[in-house]
């Protein structure tokens, strides 16, 4: 066996992304800064980025074997660690590319669960995060054992991935059938946790990753939940008691979905997303100051009806309000013609979406007052359906 060495050293990266007729080079670039936080938030550094105009992806090499061998003399002459795929490849792929550079391959799968790994921090947590990564391999076994001999450690090796180095398929089914089973008794556990917590309105945070939500959730109930400017900063729902004019309601922070997210967390977080399903109230956070916050906005919203979540009554918050004036309005512009964008903007968002609309800043605390304001009037109405004949609420 192979042995893993951890070092503290960054791994230095090259990104590889694709033109294809259903994904245009705008689109790509998008994608492949995504994937360059991605890739910082894992703990690599982007020395550069590839991509190729193809109808689709090379079914040997994901990219063809002109621009594979210029991607391999880079490698050579920059002492390059890591590839990082902005796709899910098969296993075949995986291996023809790697013969071909001789250095470690990363899918955006793999990266995902890398960071997942690491960010695991309850049992419930680690426990999805072990099963998604073991499904994961399950097919890349064959070549996976000649493939370690050359690893050092680093990206795609952490959390389950340094454990199964020796198992083979019949092991990783079983455990898969133990984490499932293990996963299915949690979940049992949390039910019945939240059928305690009483007969509170349940109102939950959702929204794309690094847009926010924890930041709003320290604003919203003064207390102080983990926030950090990373992809994915938590995994665990956090859930707090809130009281906006005398009106009780529990708060929830869920994990930040994403584009191109791997089939097997989407399955493996379906439980944590459980909070998203029961709850009465949504709070779609967007990073209205991102260039692709509107498709953003979309992943949220195809993940929700994926939830059967999507017709619950939801307030879309569109944050970075400070940031978006300092990136799109001239400084010269006077605060009537700012006031008026705005105006404009938030109309236009209210008809799109047919959702209250409220424009914010949770980091400067900038028009919160508005957003409680209308979340106090949410929470006491769906009060008002559910309990008619109560009044203690108010």
Known sequence: MAEVIQTNKKERAVLIGLVTKDQTLEQLNEYLAELEFLTTTAGAETISTFYQRLPHPDHRTYVGKGKLQEINQFVQDNAIDLVVIDDEISPSQLRNIE????IKIVDRSMLILDIFATRAQ?????????????????????????HLDRIKGGIGMRGSGEKEIETDRRVAQQKIALLKEKLLKIGLQNETQRKNRGELIRVALVGYTNVGKSTLMNVLSKSEVFAENKLFATLDTTVRKVVLDRTPFLLSDTVGFIRKLPHHLIESFKSTL????????????????????EEHINVVNDTLKELEAQEKPTILIFNKMDLYEERYFDKYLTNEIKKDILDELKNSWMQKSNAHCVFISATEKNNIEELRNRLTDLVKEQYQIRYPYKTEFF
């Not at 680690?126 to 996976?144: D, F, H, I, N, S």
């Open 274 to 293: 459980d909070e998203v399903r029961e709850s009465d109230i949504l709070l779609h956070v967007v990073d209205i100051a991102h260039p692709a916050f």
């Open 99 to 102: 013969a071909e550079l001789k």
């Open 122 to 146: 309850t049992v419930q947590a680690k426990t999805q995060v072990e099963l998604a990564q073991t499904q994961y391999m399950l097919p890349r076994l064959k070549g996976l054992w000649s």
